[in-house]
């Protein structure tokens, strides 16, 4: 029952409806070791057409449990920007499904929306890819349909923090000084007062397990020498207007350092929210912070060509037998 109503505490914010005809399953990663469970979903290819699931008070389309329809499916992790939610980008997941990707998405565990008690510690960047690990770890090895998974064609998908996130998990080393042109001067946030005394963590190895990344607006904490090791084929989005500490000029200088030059889009008029998923009415009253567009925008528009693009690089670069 306690994860049940998790579930519907999640499903609140009513997000517009899943409009392919993807499998849609929850999931919990076991905690283990110290480390907390790790609670999200599962969108899967399905031969069914979409229906409807009842959370409660809550519908969304899907064709929930569905049975996964094809095998060697590559795989994609999710993750969210900071206090965001695995099902934040749950139109791009289903877009992804329907083209026969198996995506997994988890909150991090106290930088979630839920659960904001790590938000602003500097131990919960090293946690993020670590959870990433522990969910392709748990995808390939105790999840039910892990026989129809193909373990050489893993790709991630990060926003905001949660690009900061795939970055690392694919091989980039962030430089904790950069942060100290994003903490006001004297900061009490615990991740600026542990920079500025020089407390800073090593991060955990990348997952050579990925072979491909889209990394959208990212926390900008890179430089040419960090991201020097990050070899893997990337797709990087850039929002024009920027928002919450990401500016088109910092993601212009990420791109221009990174050793390969990456698949480059800038979201013209978007906003840094934009890349969510298009709100729903209720979702827009409850939170207009991450639903207001600027004018002229249309962020439905936006994504679907956004959600074309993305499952067009992930075919491109994780095809059978290799790029």
């Known amino acids: 029952m306690r994860f049940f109503r998790f579930l519907c505490v999640a499903l609140l914010s009513c997000w517009a409806g899943l409009s392919q005809a993807a499998g849609f399953t929850f999931i919990e990663v076991p905690a283990s070791q110290g480390q907390p469970a790790l609670r999200g979903a599962v969108w899967t290819p399905c031969n069914k057409a979409a229906g409807q699931i009842a959370l409660g008070p809550m519908r969304i389309d899907g064709s929930e449990d ?3 329809a094809g095998t060697q499916l590559p795989l994609i992790v999710f993750s969210h920007g900071s206090g965001g939610s695995f099902l934040g980008h749950h139109d791009t997941a289903a877009a992804l499904a329907d083209a026969g990707f198996v995506v997994a998405a988890i909150n991090h565990p106290g930088d979630n929306f839920q659960d904001l008690s790590r938000q602003g510690s500097l131990s919960v960047f090293l946690t993020r ?3 990433l690990t522990r969910l392709v770890d748990y995808l390939l090895g105790a999840w039910p349909g892990r026989s129809q998974l193909d373990a050489d064609r893993i790709g991630v998908f990060g926003f905001s923090r949660g690009g900061f996130t795939g970055l690392v998990a694919a091989g980039g080393k962030p430089q904790w000084r950069m942060f100290t042109d994003l903490c006001p001067a004297a900061s009490p946030v615990p991740l600026c007062t542990d920079i500025a005394n020089g407390a ?8 050579s397990r990925i072979r491909a990344a889209v990394i959208v607006d990212p926390l900008p904490v890179f430089n040419r020498d960090g991201l020097s090791q990050l070899h893997v084929p990337i797709q990087l989005w850039a929002s024009a207007q920027g928002g919450d500490g990401v500016t088109l000029e910092r993601v ?3 791109r221009d350092a990174l050793p390969v030059a990456p698949d ?7 906003g840094h929210f934009a890349f969510l998923a298009p709100c729903s009415a209720a979702m827009a009253e409850m939170a207009p912070e991450i639903c207001r567009d600027g004018p002229g925008f249309d962020r439905t528009s936006f994504h679907r060509d956004f959600n074309a693009k993305v499952s067009a690089f992930f075919q491109r670069h994780l095809k059978r037998g290799g790029q």
């Open 66 to 68: 569905c049975a996964i």
């Open 264 to 270: 480059w889009h800038v979201a013209t008029g978007a």
């Open 129 to 131: 890819p670590n959870d």
């Open 200 to 207: 800073l963590p090593p991060m955990p190895e990348n997952d």
């Open 252 to 254: 212009t200088a990420l």
